[in-house]
């Protein structure tokens, strides 16, 4: 299938380019050119967004997509630390609760708002110990229907019981084995921490996931719990413990890396670790500010998620812009440019794809167009700012994943958006009502 994406820009990997087109075939860019070179097809389906912009589709790096059933849940119960956050709230009313009902709700409502912000490409970890096994199938068969990239995993830990830690290791194993031939998804190794995860149980998830040929990712340092923890426990913090097991390479992906010592920093940057940045979702467990400039300043890759919380894209790279300025006075920090390139490129690093996050040609057609009708121009020095910083996903005119259009003028192709909402609306009401 040939399409034909044509922007007032569009932002390839060489810079930002003046009335061009962008030519599709079978899910692959083929041609980027000049659009007075295009040559007259027939029956050809042209994307022409005249007051617009044609960039890559962004890559959420991190996200659990059952995290909607929690967003406006009340509890009575005081929550004074990312500890009482885990044990007293999110294990037992959010994480426990889900089973596959919620599981395909919150899975259809996180596609509606990734298309809708421009992401193309979700990475995701399922927590939910009582729905073992067969989680990600159920993940997948939604996904499927919405045509978005993804990548799934399962949080295994083993907070609950061995049978369970056990499963929640094997569920992510056939999974990614299960899916290496698959286009569009495709599964991982995920395990939650050190503080519920053993050494001995982290190197058979390690060797699990080498043998299944796929990363292998972490939350690590969210808040000061797991730092104190570990010296308490090893005598050492957290990236010291896993550099003293050995597993710390370029197939590592660490969400959160919040609190850090200048020597976590060094072992992350010199083992070329992959980091993902949860600006907003740090700020709500009270977890701190994550020193994502100082690895971006050394070259360290890092991407860019919601972590769940809040999914609007546009509202991350916020976050991730502005955030950082005011905790370290310094307006310079975090340009936007680097921003733009932890949401696109650089997240597609972290899952191992030089593929992905770009136009070039060779590049999977995941691409998106952004309406450029801003009161103030837009050139090649402002572009990042206005983007990050004046653009929203109503602003996401279009959106193709492997080529094919998920989102055309504005609307959701073959989505029945309200009746989604609903579905998820009426079961998030049962999870509620059991509070």
């Excluded at 005081?78 to 089973?99: H, N, R, S």
């Excluded at 995993?153 to 299960?178: M, V």
């Excluded at 994943?401 to 989604?420: H, R, S, T, Y």
Aim: net charge negative.
């Amino acid at each position: 299938m040939l399409i034909i994406v044509k922007g007032k820009y569009v932002l390839t990997s060489e810079g930002l380019k003046n009335d061009y087109a962008v030519v599709v075939e079978d899910g692959i860019i083929k041609e980027i050119l000049p659009s007075s070179q295009l040559k007259n097809i027939e029956g050809v389906e042209v994307v022409n967004v005249k007051n617009g912009i044609v960039t890559p589709g962004f890559i959420n790096a991190h996200t659990h997509m059952y995290g909607t059933v929690a967003h406006g849940i009340h509890t009575e119960k005081v929550i004074k630390d990312f500890t009482d956050f885990l044990e007293i709230f999110w294990w037992p009313m959010v994480e426990d609760q889900i089973d596959s009902e919620l599981i395909k709700a919150t899975t259809a409502w996180a596609c509606v708002e990734s298309i809708d912000s421009g992401v193309t490409t979700i990475v995701d970890t399922l927590e939910a110990p009582n729905s073992l096994m067969g989680c990600l199938n159920t993940e997948k068969e939604v996904i499927n229907k919405f045509g978005l990239r993804a990548y799934l995993s399962f949080e295994a830990s083993q907070r609950k019981d061995e049978e369970n830690s056990l499963k929640g290791l094997d569920e992510n194993y056939r999974f990614a084995i299960d899916n290496k031939g698959n286009e569009l998804i495709k599964g991982f190794m995920s395990i939650h921490t050190l503080f519920t995860c053993d050494k001995e149980y982290i190197m058979k998830a390690k060797k699990m996931s080498d043998e299944a040929g796929c990363f292998f990712h972490m939350h690590l340092s969210e808040s000061i719990y797991e730092p104190t923890w570990s010296l308490n426990k090893y005598g050492k913090r957290p990236v010291e413990v896993y550099d003293e097991l050995g597993i710390l390479d370029n197939n590592i992906l660490a969400s959160q890396v919040v609190q850090m010592s200048e020597k976590e920093k060094e072992i992350l940057l010199n083992k070329n670790v992959n980091m993902i940045h949860m600006p907003l979702s740090n700020c709500e467990v009270g977890g701190g500010i994550a020193p994502y400039p100082d690895f971006i300043e050394k070259n360290g890759n890092v991407g860019l998620g919601s972590d769940g919380y809040i999914n609007n894209f546009f509202e991350i790279m916020r976050g991730a812009f502005l955030i950082h300025k005011a905790f370290r006075q310094d307006p310079q920090v975090m340009k936007g440019k680097e921003v733009f390139d932890m949401a696109t490129v650089s997240g597609a690093k972290s899952i191992g794809r030089n593929d992905l996050g770009k136009i070039e040609v060779g590049a999977k057609a995941d691409l998106i167009t952004i309406e450029l009708d801003t009161p103030t121009p837009i050139n090649e020095y402002n572009l990042y700012d206005q983007l990050i910083l004046f653009r929203n996903p109503h602003n996401v005119s279009n959106v193709l994943v492997n080529g094919i259009l998920l989102k055309k003028d504005g609307k959701l192709l073959n989505i029945d958006v309200e009746k989604i909402k609903k579905d998820l609306r009426d079961v998030t009401q049962k999870l509620w009502d059991k509070q």
